[in-house]
């Protein structure tokens, strides 16, 4: 299995426009990704503004079949222009 951990910092004006998008994504991402094992958005208890996708999927190529597909393409964009800097991913395999 892997998991993905996506961390975003949320521009303040942005969240409502931020959290419109994830909504869809999750959703879309739940109902039409294969492999797809927990696709989620979390709010950081101590920082409203930080939130964090977690992601777990069957393999690898679940995740890279979910980057090509259409709802990704269309609203990851969307997501990126409500951040203040880049996401910080970071890609792990579960060991036991």
């Not at 892997?2 to 879309?28: G, H, M, P, R, S």
């Amino acid at each position: 299995m892997i998991q993905v951990i996506a961390i975003n910092n949320v521009k303040k004006e942005k969240v409502d426009d931020y959290l419109a998008t994830a909504k869809e994504l999750v959703e879309k991402t739940n109902a039409f990704d294969k492999g797809c094992i927990k696709y989620q958005l979390c709010k950081d208890i101590n920082d409203p503004l930080r939130f964090v996708m977690v992601e777990a999927w069957d393999d690898k190529s679940a995740l890279d079949e979910h980057m090509k597909a259409d709802h990704f393409i269309k609203l990851v964009p969307k997501l990126r222009e409500c951040t203040t800097k880049p996401s910080e991913m970071t890609l792990l395999e579960t060991m036991f």
